[in-house]
């Protein structure tokens, strides 16, 4: 079968949707099933060295100059149509709402539907507009939460049979829990920086936190792309303990590592998500996290975490100081994470999304 990737988001520094498709990609190549079959790498531009070890696929990089949703709409299909290609796979929320190739679209959350005072009219107009355009046209839609998946139904009008849930893995910083963690009380936040995130508060509360414990550092990885814009340097300059918190928009895949490695607790107090992969990867390299209290927090999670009931920073300190300094809190967290952790593998995930690809190509669907 020829599969045709829709592979933007492998530009760049790949996170979100390029670690999604990176991740798959990773273990495609692995994978005896895969052998069967040709991958079209569909993109705007080369990707010059971007794409993630695929030595073990029969793989080509399809190029055609364009930019954002009109080359989505007009040249992907294109591009597919003229590879012969038996399906399209678009694992970034949106694709063609026109073309002959059977699709598959990965929708990781609707945030911009069931929320749309979180984004510009603009873009949320265009979002919600091309993807419910290609839910609806897509042979099936995955998505990584059940959570996700009841949001999709009701807010894309799309049927529920359609839809297939495939948890994310969680094993890219596994190893680093078998690495002897240091003392130092470093608190790690990563994902980029959205409102719903409530980054600003997680500063506030970190902020009282430091008062009784002036040797606790918080660090902060993500790109800032709040609406309306909050300027986060210009909270942590305002907070008091200002010299313990350090922000930075991206680091390199071995400082990420370390970090992991170095820090005692993970903060994520996210509002909505379609799954919560960076709470996930901490758990993993063995680290206590305090999230917020939400519906897909539980579902993902379950019992290996500290729950905040709301972003408040008089509630956020007491939480962060539990996965700091109390060890019967963290052993319970940590104690429950096989459990939790066991329920993802990229390997598993890689599976079943070929599985929807290749049935959704198949001449009988």
Request: hydrophobic share 45%; glycine share 8%; net charge positive.
């Given at each position: 079968?020829?599969?045709?990737?829709?592979?933007?988001?492998?530009a760049?520094?790949?996170?979100?949707?390029?670690?999604?498709?990176?991740?798959?990609?990773?273990?495609?190549?692995?994978?005896?099933?895969?052998?069967?079959?040709?991958?079209l790498?569909?993109?705007?531009?080369?990707?010059?060295?971007?794409?993630?070890?695929?030595?073990?696929?029969?793989?080509?990089?399809?190029?055609?100059?364009?930019?954002?949703?009109?080359?989505?709409?007009?040249?992907?299909?294109?591009?597919?149509?003229?590879?012969?290609?038996?399906?399209?796979?678009?694992?970034?929320?949106?694709?063609?709402?026109?073309?002959?190739?059977?699709?598959?679209?990965?929708?990781?959350?609707?945030?911009?539907?069931?929320?749309?005072?979180?984004?510009?009219?603009r873009e949320?107009?265009?979002r919600?507009?091309?993807?419910?355009?290609?839910?609806?046209?897509?042979?099936?839609?995955?998505?990584?939460?059940?959570?996700s998946?009841?949001?999709?139904?009701?807010?894309?009008?799309?049927s529920?049979?359609?839809?297939?849930?495939?948890?994310?893995?969680?094993?890219?910083?596994?190893?680093?829990?078998?690495?002897?963690?240091?003392?130092?009380?470093?608190?790690?936040?990563?994902?980029?920086?959205?409102?719903r995130?409530?980054?600003?508060?997680?500063?506030?509360?970190f902020?009282?936190?430091?008062?009784?414990?002036?040797?606790?550092?918080?660090t902060?990885?993500?790109?800032?792309?709040?609406?309306?814009a909050?300027?986060?340097?210009?909270?942590?300059?305002?907070?008091?303990g200002?010299?313990?918190?350090?922000?930075?928009?991206?680091?390199?895949?071995e400082?990420?590592?370390?970090?992991?490695?170095?820090?005692?607790?993970?903060?994520?107090?996210?509002?909505?998500?379609?799954?919560?992969?960076?709470?996930?990867?901490?758990?993993?390299?063995?680290?206590?996290?305090?999230?917020?209290?939400?519906?897909?927090?539980?579902?993902v999670?379950?019992?290996?975490?500290?729950?905040?009931?709301?972003?408040?920073?008089h509630?956020i300190?007491?939480?962060?100081?539990q996965?700091?300094?109390?060890e019967?809190?963290?052993?319970?967290?940590?104690?429950?994470?096989?459990?939790?952790?066991?329920?993802?593998?990229?390997?598993?995930?890689?599976?079943?999304?070929?599985?929807?690809?290749?049935?959704?190509?198949?001449?009988?669907?």
């Open positions: 079968m020829r599969i045709a990737i829709d592979a933007r988001e492998l760049g520094q790949p996170t979100g949707v390029g670690r999604f498709l990176s991740e798959i990609l990773r273990e495609w190549s692995g994978m005896a099933e895969t052998a069967a079959h040709d991958f790498f569909c993109a705007p531009a080369p990707l010059r060295g971007q794409t993630p070890d695929v030595i073990g696929l029969k793989f080509e990089t399809l190029i055609e100059a364009g930019h954002g949703t009109r080359w989505e709409q007009r040249v992907l299909p294109r591009l597919a149509e003229r590879a012969r290609a038996d399906v399209l796979f678009c694992p970034g929320y949106s694709g063609p709402a026109f073309g002959r190739t059977p699709m598959v679209v990965a929708i990781h959350d609707v945030s911009f539907a069931a929320h749309p005072e979180w984004f510009r009219w949320g107009l265009r919600r507009l091309v993807t419910r355009r290609a839910a609806r046209r897509a042979a099936r839609v995955i998505t990584i939460s059940q959570f998946r009841r949001e999709i139904v009701e807010h894309l009008g799309v529920a049979s359609k839809v297939d849930v495939i948890y994310l893995g969680a094993t890219r910083f596994r190893r680093d829990a078998e690495s002897a963690r240091g003392d130092e009380p470093l608190v790690l936040y990563v994902g980029s920086i959205f409102n995130r409530h980054v600003p508060e997680t500063i506030r509360g902020a009282h936190l430091a008062r009784r414990h002036p040797d606790a550092r918080f902060i990885v993500g790109d800032n792309r709040t609406f309306p909050i300027d986060v340097g210009d909270v942590v300059a305002g907070t008091k200002a010299e313990h918190v350090s922000v930075r928009a991206y680091v390199s895949d400082e990420l590592a370390d970090l992991y490695r170095r820090a005692r607790a993970f903060v994520f107090m996210s509002e909505y998500e379609g799954f919560g992969l960076t709470p996930l990867e901490a758990l993993a390299a063995g680290i206590p996290i305090v999230v917020l209290d939400t519906a897909v927090a539980r579902e999670y379950g019992d290996a975490a500290i729950y905040v009931a709301a972003p408040d920073r509630l300190a007491p939480a962060l100081e996965a700091l300094f109390h019967d809190t963290r052993t319970r967290v940590l104690r429950a994470a096989p459990a939790v952790l066991a329920r993802y593998s990229w390997r598993e995930c890689a599976t079943r999304v070929l599985d929807v690809v290749v049935n959704a190509g198949e001449p009988s669907s």
